[in-house]
C-alpha cells in the first residue's frame, strides 16, 4: 500500500495564480484532512471530509476550497494564492472511529507565493 | 475548549542522555492524546498514543509517554537518546466535532537535536 500520497512535492507560484493540490489514500479511508504546517504554530486545520462528496471547514479556511467527488481523493484549491499562503502543506486520513483514531498522513507539499 | 502547549520549541540532549519533551493540554472531557513525529522532509508518523486505561504508553522507537491528569501533562520520554532520534515532535489532542467526527489539536512542535 502507498498509504496517503501528495501532489505536487513541491510548487512556486505568482501572487493572483491558482493551483489544485491533490491528495489520495488507497487505505478505504473515510476521513480525510487538510492541514497546513507553519513555523512555530504547530499545524492547523483548513478543511476536512467525513465521506464522499462532504466537506466541512476547519480552522483557517479562508482563501482555500476543497471537494471529495471520490472516496480515495482529496483536493485543495487555491483560487488566488496570497503570500500569506505560503506554507507545507499535509493531508491525512483516518478511519471513522471516534476520538482515538489515528491520522495518517501524506509526505506534504511546499508552496511558495511570491 | 482543548488546546495543548509544549513547553520548549527546541531540545538538545546527548547521545544516549534521557529525553524529555513536554506536553500540557486543556481538555473539559477526557482527552484522547497523542505523540507525532516528523522526521526531515517527511509527514507525520504516531509515536503513541493515549485513549483510556494504562496511562503510561508505549510506543515505537522505545518511546514512551505518562498521562498524569492532576498535572494535565502527557510528556514523552526516551531513556537513551540515539543520533536518528532528531526530528520534530508535536503532541495533540483529539476533539470532538458536531455530528459525532473529530479532529486533532496540534501543539507548536519541539524540535530534538542529539549531539555526537
Not at chain 1, 489520495?24 to 512555530?40: K, L
Request: charged residues 15%; aromatic residues 12%; positive net charge.
Amino acid at each position: 500500500n502507498a498509504g496517503v500520497t501528495q501532489t505536487p512535492k513541491f510548487r512556486v507560484l505568482k501572487t493572483g495564480q491558482s493551483m489544485t493540490l491533490l491528495c489520495a489514500q488507497d487505505m478505504n479511508h473515510e476521513y480525510m484532512y487538510w492541514y497546513r504546517q507553519d513555523p512555530g504554530m504547530g499545524l492547523r486545520l483548513i478543511h476536512y471530509s467525513v465521506g464522499e462528496g462532504t466537506t466541512a471547514k476547519g480552522e483557517v479556511p479562508d482563501g482555500y476550497n476543497v471537494s471529495r467527488l471520490k472516496k480515495q481523493n482529496f483536493l485543495l484549491g487555491l483560487e488566488s494564492a496570497a503570500p500569506s499562503q505560503t506554507s507545507v502543506y499535509f493531508c491525512a486520513s483516518s478511519y471513522p472511529v471516534l476520538r482515538s483514531s489515528e491520522q495518517y498522513f501524506g509526505p506534504g507539499t511546499r508552496l511558495t507565493v511570491t | 475548549a482543548q488546546s495543548v502547549t509544549q513547553l520548549g520549541s527546541h531540545v538538545s540532549v546527548s547521545e544516549g542522555a534521557l529525553v524529555l519533551l513536554r506536553c500540557n493540554y486543556s481538555s473539559s472531557v477526557p482527552p484522547y492524546l497523542f505523540w507525532y513525529v516528523q522526521y526531515p522532509n517527511q509527514g507525520l508518523q504516531l509515536l503513541l498514543k493515549y485513549t483510556t486505561g494504562a496511562t503510561l504508553v508505549k510506543g515505537i522507537n522505545g518511546f514512551e509517554a505518562e498521562f498524569k491528569k492532576s498535572e494535565t501533562s502527557f510528556h514523552l520520554t526516551k531513556p537513551s537518546a540515539h543520533m536518528s532520534d532528531a526530528a520534530e515532535y508535536f503532541c495533540a489532542v483529539s476533539v470532538a466535532l458536531s455530528g459525532g467526527y473529530n479532529k486533532l489539536i496540534f501543539g507548536a512542535g519541539t524540535r530534538l537535536a542529539v549531539h555526537p
